[in-house]
């Protein structure tokens, strides 16, 4: 998800949703400092397990079964979510599991390379696409969308920012899966209303990245509508301990919806069809703020801030 050195730049995003009073500004200019003060900076960078993954799991001796099977290459870009800034243990990185998972579904080794970077925008995402391109693989996961939210990189600019660096992937032969921004009203340490207001934004922008995505021929995972009634019900299980990136549980809960897609991609995915995306859950939907609610939220700001 998005670094907390990050949080203060959340308010501007505000402007997005429109309509939001100077009173009101000021008081979410106020949670969001209050916000970093809670989750504080990260502790330790991610940890790395880029190698080649088998189906059993056995890094050291190579199965007999699988002695003469080519990895399959994937490659892993994007930001602190992609990287798995937040886990204990290598075991527990999204890119092991969706490794290992692949290789268990396919019944190959697969090879993982991680290029995603923490703190990521989409404006720094063509390097990352400059690096994989130089020998590029198979298939390649892109995870990103929270840092552009927080860095006021406009919707419109970051979903066409990734759609190019898909579109350079596809180009050469990549198959490409996208998991696009997650619902960052999850985070409680953010207060409301600025959650309420990130999380419009994050949810807007996840569905500008999926037509773009799907335009650019690749694929979109809207981890947001999948995932958000998890991180909202059981936080303390699928957060870390620093309260904003996901945990073991969480990353494990992204590439259980990532890998049927991925598979697909590829064409190897052989068990049930796999479902349509939803346009927007439920869930989501019932918590999209609208013209009324930012009404409402002036009206108690100007209050809060005569007080």
Not at 108 to 136: C, F, N, W
Request: aromatic share 4%; with cysteine.
């Amino acid at each position: 998800m998005i670094g907390p050195r990050m949080l203060r730049l959340a308010v501007f995003a505000a402007g997005t949703v429109g309509g939001l009073s100077g009173a009101a500004y000021g008081l979410l200019n106020e949670q969001s400092r209050r916000a970093r003060r809670v989750i504080g900076p990260p502790t330790s960078g991610p940890l790395r397990a880029d190698r080649v993954h088998y189906p059993e799991g056995h890094e050291t001796r190579v199965p007999a079964s699988h002695g003469d099977a080519e990895p399959l290459e994937l490659a892993i870009l994007g930001d602190s979510s992609a990287a798995g800034l937040g886990v204990d243990l290598p075991d527990q990185l999204p890119g092991v599991l969706i490794a290992r998972g692949m290789a268990e579904e396919l019944e190959r080794p697969v090879a993982l390379t991680t290029y995603a970077i923490v703190g990521t925008t989409s404006r720094e995402l063509s390097l990352q696409v400059d690096s994989v391109l130089s020998k590029p693989p198979r298939l390649a996961l892109i995870l990103i969308g929270a840092n552009d939210v927080t860095s006021r990189l406009p919707i419109r600019a970051s979903a066409l920012l990734l759609g190019q660096a898909v579109e350079r992937l596809t180009a050469e032969g990549v198959a490409v899966v996208v998991g696009t921004c997650p619902d960052l009203g999850a985070i409680r340490p953010i207060p409301q209303p600025l959650r309420a207001v990130v999380r419009s934004v994050s949810l807007a922008l996840a569905k500008a990245q999926r037509r773009a995505v799907e335009q650019a021929g690749g694929h979109a995972v809207p981890l947001a509508d999948l995932l958000s009634p998890e991180f909202l019900t059981r936080p303390a299980e699928f957060f870390s301990h620093d309260r904003f990136h996901p945990s073991a549980a969480g990353y494990e809960a992204a590439a259980t919806m990532l890998l049927p897609t991925l598979c697909h991609a590829i064409g190897a995915w052989e068990g049930a069809p796999v479902p349509s995306a939803p346009t927007r859950s439920s869930a989501a939907e019932a918590r999209r703020p609208t013209r009324r609610l930012i009404a409402r939220l002036n009206r108690h700001l100007r209050r809060r801030a005569d007080a």
